[in-house]
């Protein structure tokens, strides 16, 4: 079964730092980019971030860039986003997705998410 | 950046009625060379993920009922599902591809029975 599971998420202050990780099964996962888009309370989509098939080329949302940094392990099937000096303006719900396609920016798999709450 | 817009922000239909959804682009998501709109569906049921419905603007993907329906080119785009069932009670989502990054979606459409 295509599955994604994520992982890490909590309740850290502002200014903090967390890290998420999302682990891959089912698929070939090097053949893929991956993704994280999140979704604030109540709110919409926004992506956040991709990362190529071997890891060579990162993109991010402009609201997170120099914040936060995607990463990949191919021997481990597994993608991470670095969050650091985290702001409220952050707490959402980080649903890892996989990319289709050559640029990866269709997202045919979701995973269930791990929620991220920015609070003092 | 490309903004999305989607219309209207919500709409109650009666069962085995049909539900049009609107997306409409800032600027063109065609790309020439190959004459393809990059432009996707997502549905969202409450307290799951989103799932792909659609991408290239009409093209469905694998196992998505065929009640389900992408059409539009260039800025302007819908989303019909010919008879509302029951199960798609849902928020749908529009997504431009053409520019990324960033990819942008549009804010949603939330679809309730009448």
């Known amino acids: 079964e295509v599955q994604l599971v994520e992982s890490g998420g909590g309740l850290v202050q502002p200014g903090g730092s967390l890290k998420l990780s999302c682990a891959a099964s089912g698929f070939t996962f090097s053949s893929h980019r991956m993704n994280w888009v999140r979704q604030a309370p109540g709110k919409g989509l926004e992506w956040v971030a991709n990362i190529k098939q071997d890891g060579s080329d990162k993109y991010y949302v402009d609201s997170v860039k120099g914040r936060f940094t995607i990463s990949r392990d191919n021997a481990k099937n597994e993608v991470c986003l670095q969050m650091n000096s985290l702001r409220a303006e952050d707490t959402a719900l980080y649903y890892c997705?996989?990319?289709?396609?050559?640029?990866?920016?269709?997202?045919?798999?979701w995973g269930q998410g791990t929620m991220v709450t920015v609070s003092s | 950046d490309i903004v999305m817009t989607q219309s209207p922000d919500s709409l109650a239909v009666s069962l085995g009625e049909r539900a049009t959804i609107n997306c409409k682009s800032s600027q063109s998501v065609l790309y020439n060379s190959n004459n393809k709109n990059y432009l996707a569906w997502y549905q969202q049921k409450p307290g799951q993920p989103p799932k792909l419905l659609i991408y290239?603007?009409?093209t469905r993907e694998s196992g998505v009922p065929d009640r389900f329906s992408g059409s539009g080119s260039g800025t302007d785009f819908t989303l019909t599902i010919s008879s509302l069932q029951a199960e798609d009670v849902a928020v749908y989502y529009c997504q431009q591809y053409y520019n990324s990054p960033p990819p942008a979606f549009g804010g949603g459409t939330k679809v309730e029975i009448k």
């Open positions: 997705a996989r990319g289709l396609g050559v640029h990866g920016y269709v997202f045919d798999i």
């Open positions: 290239w603007a009409s």
